[in-house]
């Protein structure tokens, strides 16, 4: 996908305040319960195929939602979208929010793909 440069900015701007987890860190701490996986991708996508254990909240709402399912602010949240972009947007947001155990996966769906991990795919 063609990012504009603007948008491109502004992920860069998120990322500098984000942690960035990888695909194997990721699966490693789901193992061991240490964290909910968060799936911010759009609906369609989700439908599509998603991470394995993952709970479905898209970018487009989950600052409203996230204080419902997640109430604890102290949980650790991995979040991932299709290469990392929205999910460093998402997770700055989240910390902008008070929630103090954030990260973005990096590489998002494509790396969780391109690692052999395991899906599942509708709702």
Not at 2 to 18: C, G, I, Q, W, Y
Not at 42 to 57: K, P, Q, S
Request: aromatic share 6%; hydrophobic share 35%.
């Amino acid at each position: 996908m063609n990012h504009s440069p603007e948008f491109l900015k502004l992920v860069d701007d998120a990322k500098s305040r984000v942690r960035e987890v990888n695909v194997d860190e990721t699966r490693r701490k789901l193992g061991s319960g240490k964290a909910k996986l968060i799936d911010v991708r759009e609906d369609n996508e989700w439908e599509a195929g998603h991470a394995r254990g993952a709970e479905h909240m898209g970018k487009g709402v989950i600052e409203r939602d996230i204080e419902q399912r997640v109430p604890d602010k102290n949980v650790e949240l991995i979040l991932y979208c299709g290469g990392g972009f929205r999910s460093a947007l998402s997770a700055d947001n989240l910390q902008k929010m008070g929630y103090t155990k954030v990260a973005s996966m990096a590489g998002g769906w494509r790396a969780w793909q391109a690692a052999g991990a395991p899906v599942e795919s509708g709702k």
